[in-house]
């Protein structure tokens, strides 16, 4: 059964770069079959979509993280990665990373997140 | 402020059946496929429906999924007090090439 597991600090300082990583057991990250992803929930607030990527490498960003977003994979390692740069107060959520099926069919996009990881808290702050 | 609109609250007793709205435009639920998700507080989404209407393996089938025009509803009947969580739609948006949410709603069974 595939399993996601994020790493990475819990505490960032304002203005530095948040930085995390999903590791993938139980499957590979270079199905065909999906893309994998990071969702984040302030505390106390609903889900908000972050970013996802395919192994090749192709990434789709939600636009008000674009420029501060990067999303990479590492197939080597079954990881794939998340860096937000310039973070503040209101990056403060729980991180987590998905499996995501996507895709067109019948020009429809088919579009969910199937394994969830269990989340990380990042704080920021001095 | 999310792309999708849900109620914030629903509420029923044990037995009956409730429905939670997700509303969206025609770059989203207008032209591709939702997706539901159940949240218990401290715990990671679990998806519940998928293609509008599709139930994952082991989700039972008091739980639904309908989409018409630019909505979709989750509808669960037999209500339990277990189900008492926040429920989250999701699709792609065409327009700004990303996924987006609703807002959530939180279920209370009284």
């Known amino acids: 059964q595939l399993q996601l597991q994020e790493s990475g600090p819990g505490l960032v300082k304002p203005s530095e770069t948040l930085s995390l990583t999903c590791s993938v057991s139980?499957?590979?990250?270079?199905?065909?079959?999906?893309?994998w992803g990071w969702v984040r929930q302030p505390p106390g607030k609903g889900l908000e979509w972050i970013a996802s990527?395919?192994?090749?490498?192709?990434?789709y960003c939600t636009p008000s993280l674009k420029s501060r977003v990067t999303i990479s994979v590492d197939t080597s390692k079954n990881q794939f990665s998340l860096r937000l740069s310039s973070v503040t107060a209101a990056d403060t959520a729980v991180y987590s990373c998905?499996?995501?099926?996507?895709?067109?069919?019948?020009?429809?996009?088919?579009?969910?997140?199937?394994?969830w990881g269990k989340g990380t808290t990042v704080t920021v702050s001095s | 402020q999310s792309m999708l609109t849900q109620p914030p609250s629903v509420s029923a007793a044990p037995g009956q059946k409730i429905t939670i709205s997700c509303s969206g435009s025609?770059?989203?639920?207008?032209?591709?496929?939702v997706s539901w998700y159940q949240q218990f507080p401290g715990a990671a989404p679990k998806l519940l429906i998928y293609?509008?209407?599709k139930r994952p393996s082991g989700i039972p089938d008091r739980v639904s999924g309908s989409k018409s025009g630019t909505s979709a509803t989750l509808g669960i009947t037999g209500l339990q007090t277990g189900d008492e969580a926040d429920y989250y739609c999701a699709t792609w948006d065409s327009s700004l090439g990303a996924g987006v949410f609703g807002g959530g709603t939180k279920l209370t069974v009284l």
């Open positions: 293609d509008n209407h």
């Open positions: 998905v499996r995501i099926r996507f895709g067109v069919l019948n020009d429809y996009y088919y579009y969910y997140m199937d394994v």
């Open positions: 025609s770059s989203n639920i207008g032209n591709n496929d």
């Open positions: 990527i395919f192994y090749s490498g192709s990434t």
């Open positions: 139980g499957g590979s990250i270079t199905s065909s079959s999906y893309y």
